[in-house]
Structures are given as C-alpha cells and as structure tokens.
C-alpha cells in the first residue's frame, strides 16, 4: 500500500474519524499517515473506528457516509480488553465487527476495511461474537470484511467467536471473517464456530490480493451445521488465488461436513497456495480431513514444504457421510487433485477407507504427489468399526488404504494422475479393520511412484537413514527437494531413534523481537502408546516414540548453532 501525506489521509477519514481522531489531544496523536498513524488507546477508539467503517454518520447534517480508510493508517498503543461498552457504545448490533461484507454483486452494500491497523504486537482481549449479526451480514471475526487494499498486521486477538447453527452459510475467523487483502503476523487465540467457513485467523480468504502470512491459531475451531463447508485451524477456505504461507495451527480442529484441515480446511481455485505451513492440533471431521489440507483442489492450486504431527481421525457414521460422497483422511491432506510437494506427516490417520499416510484420495488426471514422506506410525481403514455400516465400501490396502496414498485410481479403478518420489518409513503398520495387514516387500506394491512409497529404513529395521541425504536430500543441480533454505535439518542427524525432523526456517526465529522461538514446531509430546488391534485411536497429537523418533526439531543448543550457520549460508 503506498503511503498517503496528513491531508489525503484526512480527506479519506473525513467526517467521524479524521474529526475524531486528528483531535485527540496529547503528545504523538497522529494524523492518519504512515509515519504518524491515528492513534487507537482504548475500546472507545475502537469503537469510532467501527462507526466510521459500517454506518457513518445518517443522520449529520450534510450526511456522513461510511469510509472504507483506504491509505489511512491506525497504530494500536496498549492492549485492550473488551467490556459490555464494547458491545453497545453505538448503534451497531452487539455482534458487530469492524467491516462487513453482503453480496459480491450489491458491492455498494459491502463495508471493507481498506485501511492499514498495525496491531503493535498488543493484545484485544475478551471478544464474544454470538449469532449471525442479520441474515445479510455472517461475516464475523474482530474485522468482518477486510477489502483488497486494506491490511491487518502484529496483532493478538482473544476471545470466542459463534455463529448460530441456524444462521446463514458463510464466514467467522479470530482476526477477520473475510479477507481479500494482507494479515501478517497476528495470532489468534480464539475459540472458532460457525456454519460454513470457520478459521482460526480467517474464515475466508479470497482474491490474488489475499495473503495470510506469518499468523498462527490456538483457539479450538469447529462447525456447527451439517451445511458447514470448510473449517481449517488458520483458514476455512482459500480461493481464487489466495495464499497462505508461513502459518501454523496448534489447536484442535472439528468439522462437521465437507472439507477439514489442520491448517486450511479448503485450499481451491486457479493458483490458490499453501505453502511453508504446519499443523499440531487434532483433526476431525467426516468427509475430506487433512492434517494441513482438508482437500486441494483448483487450477495449478498446491500445497508444499508442509508438515503436519497432529492426528488425523475420520468421523465415521452414515449420519455425517453425505450420500454419495467419498469420504478421505490424509496425514498432510484429506483430497487431492492438484499437486502436494516436499511436505511430511508424523501422526496416526484413521477413517472409514481411503485412508493415507500424505493423502487419502488423489484420483484426478492432474493429481500429483512429488516428494512427499509418510513418518505415519499408523494407518488405518477402520470400516464399520467406526460405525459407517455395511453400505460404506470396505477398506481394501490393495485399492483405498495406504502407506503414502490411499486411493489413486478412478471408479473404473484406472489409475489416475502421478506419483514421484515418495517415501514411507518401513515399520509403519497399516490395519484394516483393527488387523495388521503386511504391504509386500516388492515392486508392485513399493517404491517412489506407487501408493505405498518406498521404504525408509528406521532403527527396528537394524539400520538407520540419514536425514539429510537419503530421506530429505536436495539436489542442487535439479533444484529439487528439500530446499535448505526452507527447511532446516539437524546436521548429521538419522533415523536412530532420537531423530530431529526438519522444521521450516521463517518460523523458528520471532523476527519481530530477535528472540530465537520455535514457534511450537518442537513440543514435547508424550509418548504415543501402542493401541490394540481393533481399537480406534482418537488421540491428540503424535508423539510416539514407538517407531524410534521424536518430535520434530527439539535440542535448542544444537539448533541455536545451525541457525548461526545456516543464516551465515543464506546470506551468502
């Protein structure tokens, strides 16, 4: 956004807010410019600004009408914690947001916010949003719609966010419900529910312009509808060339139909990306559940250098399969027909069938799966142990469960789109039905572009991998692989027991305060048990040190000195 001087920004503020603001008294109050931002001290500011992006001034002589903010800027300078005042200090509905978006073909009745709010790294805590605001306006989150030129940025939201499960479909976030434009480096720590699409940081995030970058969720988010569409931990649906990048989700995620992801429950339409992304929350739902993606799917849309160590489990019973559908669980995504690179799992799937330790269904012509590793100590296609009944086709690790994918073939049973390069660790088990079923050791059933990938040998196997070179190697002259300026790998490590697996370099350093964060990436999780043959994990996140790893990246000493060097490397 380019920058606006004190009199365009006042011009574009005119009436409520550049009266309002440019008179507040004190030293620094701004006027409304890049440099010199509107200030926002308290709820009361907050509030103004609300006032003056939804209605304006209707009844001011002459008549104010409401201002989207486009060029002008606004500086949070405290943390502020919401009250009742914030609710009802103006006409507004107390369900209100800042901005709201109706019809994408009665423009004139949207209210974007089109303004620069530099949250300051402060905190807005205590926001409660219950219910729809009206039947033309289920855009909810602090900011209801952000527009293509306005930017959310270092700022923590608190609170819950609901909408009935009688309101319309469509879109509820922490920080926004809908965004066409920028949020970057915001944190949610908000409690998401809605029917249609729910994000912990955006409920929809749409347009060439829309970025989410360098944001995270530690809010629970779920749906509430079996109308519900897309519900991700960081953002619900990603569309028409959307990107997400850099984000990560800790909370537990819960959908109720559709498409449900760790990070993204829906990533679709031409060029939409998901990129440098992971997820350690527990994913749930019952059709399309994706530890980072619940489906991929669109024009040249993709998923790469992500991870995802949370759990993924299908929601089985026929009530919450739609009729017809073909329900999917994938360690990285649920459904895919697009393309899924360079990214791992580290956590058990479960489901009904097309059940894979990367993904559950890649049946399209332009599915592809390049370079991809299943850690999955578990896959599982549970079948009617899960209560899917006899109608539900039955788990089969010849044609919908497997090591890397679970099903790639079409209802003809041709096989469809490609398979390059895939790994999956050797003791993996794979069940159906609660019983271990052996993936023979040959051609037809492993390797690098079949299904069940090609084996990476671990510690139970009497002989270890290294890291580095056999199982996240990247070729410098292809330029292929696991780029070492994205991905960091303990140097010399292996799969020996005590392994580091690699974690992604723009989120292990807080760049804002210089302090080195791991940014969750490296948890202690606890030791995952072996469960019996039958039963049906429902676990949280993936821990296990049953198959001879740990989690990923920990032994901060050991990092700390990597990121000298590597930061050394990168600058060169």
């Not at 060439?208 to 897309?230: L, M, P, R």
């Not at 990560?248 to 990129?275: A, H, L, P, Q």
């Not at 250098?305 to 009729?323: A, K, M, Q």
Request: charged letters at 15%; proline letters at 4%.
């Amino acid at each position: 956004m380019l920058a606006v001087t004190a009199s365009a920004a006042r011009a574009a503020c005119d009436g409520i807010c550049g009266t309002y603001f440019a008179g507040k008294s004190g030293t620094g109050a701004g006027d409304g410019s890049s440099g010199t931002p509107y200030l926002i001290t308290d709820q009361t500011d907050l509030a103004k600004l609300r006032e003056c992006v939804n209605v304006g001034a209707p009844t001011a002589e002459p008549v104010i009408a409401p201002k989207d903010h486009s060029g002008v800027h606004f500086r949070l300078t405290a943390s502020i914690p919401l009250t009742t005042a914030w609710q009802l200090n103006d006409s507004m509905s107390a369900n209100t947001p800042i901005g709201y978006w109706v019809s994408s073909t009665t423009t004139t009745n949207n209210r974007p916010f089109n303004g620069t709010f530099d949250g300051n790294n402060k905190t807005i805590s205590g926001l409660t949003i219950n219910g729809g605001v009206d039947d033309n306006n289920v855009t909810l989150g602090l900011f209801g719609f952000i527009g293509s030129e306005g930017t959310v940025k270092d700022l923590h939201v608190e609170g819950t966010v609901t909408s009935a499960n009688t309101s319309p479909v469509s879109s509820f976030g922490g920080i926004a419900g809908r965004n066409a434009g920028i949020v970057v480096g915001c944190a949610s720590s908000v409690n998401v529910t809605g029917r249609g699409m729910a994000g912990g940081v955006v409920g929809f995030n749409t347009g060439e312009n829309a970025k989410i970058e360098n944001c995270y969720n530690t809010g629970a988010v779920s749906g509430n509808h079996a109308d519900g569409t897309s519900i991700g931990g960081v953002v619900g649906n990603n569309t028409t060339g959307a990107t997400v990048t850099k984000c990560y989700n800790i909370g537990d995620v819960t959908g109720k139909n559709n498409n449900t992801g760790g990070v993204v429950g829906r990533n679709t339409g031409t060029n939409s990306t998901v990129s440098e992304c992971y997820n350690i929350g527990h994913v749930r739902g019952p059709q399309f559940v994706g530890g980072v993606v619940g489906l991929n799917t669109g024009e040249n849309a993709k998923i790469e250098n992500c991870y995802n160590t949370g759990n993924v489990t299908g929601l089985g019973n026929n009530d919450e399969i739609p009729d017809g559908s073909s329900p999917a669980r994938g360690g990285v995504a649920g459904g895919n027909d697009v393309t899924i690179k360079n990214s791992y799992s580290y956590c058990t799937v479960t489901g009904v069938y097309n059940v894979g330790g990367v993904v559950g269904l890649s049946n399209s012509t332009d599915s592809n799966v390049e370079n991809c590793v299943s850690l999955t100590w578990l896959v599982h296609g549970a079948g009617d142990l899960m209560g899917g009944g006899d109608s539900l086709v039955t788990p089969n690790a010849d044609t919908n469960v497997g090591r890397v994918v679970g099903r790639n073939t079409n209802s003809s049973g041709a096989v469809q789109g490609t398979l390059t390069n895939n790994k999956a660790r050797a003791d993996m088990e794979v069940r159906i039905r609660g019983v271990n079923h052996n993936i023979p050791d040959d051609d037809e059933h492993k390797g690098p572009e079949k299904r069940h990938g090609a084996d990476v040998l671990t510690n139970e196997s009497g002989t270890t991998a290294d890291l580095q070179s056999e199982v996240f190697a990247y070729d410098d002259g292809e330029k292929k692989g696991w780029d070492p300026k994205i991905w960091y790998i303990v140097p010399d490590s292996s799969l020996d027991g005590k392994t580091n697996l690699p974690v992604l370099i723009a989120l292990m350093d807080d760049k804002r305060t210089g302090e080195i964060k791991f940014r969750d990436q490296d948890p202690k999780l606890p030791a995952h048990p072996h469960d019996s043959p039958g039963s049906i994990d429902d676990g949280g996140g993936c821990g296990c040190d049953a198959g001879g790893f740990t989690a990923p990246g920990l032994l901060a000493l050991a990092l700390m000195a990597g990121i000298k060097r590597l930061r050394r490397r990168l600058r060169g």
